[in-house]
Nanobody, 127 residues
Framework: QLELEESGGGLVQPGGSLRLSCTAS????????IAWFRHRPGKEWEGISC??????GANYADSVEGRFTTSRDKAFVYLDLNSLKPDDTAVYYC??????????????????????WGQGTQVTVSS
């Protein structure tokens, strides 16, 4: 099973930026659709972005549209977080699912569709 690793979290001031990275420890990410999720204190899990194996079809939650951008290269999937707000404070996770398992052309950000996960990286937005 794909084992994912997130990195890049940290403490940042409101309005600041971070780049999160997701990679696989044993296998290539190439045939996998990768999504980013976050779990904010006291709130439900939230799917925030997705990118297909091809690198296209990026999809974003309304809460981050225009501020966060996801991209990928051969080895990593990135989540660029800009214009950060205190409400973005959360543990951020990347999830993976084999491209061959998706039947819809849209890039999904539903947690139940993903079967590979990392341990998460903490993002704290505070002055």
């Amino acid at each position: 099973q794909l084992e994912l690793e997130e990195s890049g979290g940290g403490l940042v001031q409101p309005g600041g930026s971070l780049r999160l990275s997701c990679t696989a420890s044993k296998f290539t990410l190439r045939p996998y659709t990768i999504a980013w999720f976050r779990h904010r204190p006291g709130k439900e899990w939230e799917g925030i972005s997705c990118v297909r194996a091809s690198g296209g079809g990026a999809n974003y939650a309304d809460s981050v549209e225009g501020r966060f951008t996801t991209s990928r290269d051969k080895a990593f999937v990135y989540l660029d977080l800009n214009s950060l707000k205190p409400d973005d404070t959360a543990v951020y996770y990347c999830g993976g699912v084999g491209e061959w398992r998706l039947t819809d052309s849209a890039c999904p950000i539903e947690r139940k569709l993903y079967d590979s996960w990392g341990q998460g990286t903490q993002v704290t937005v505070s002055s």
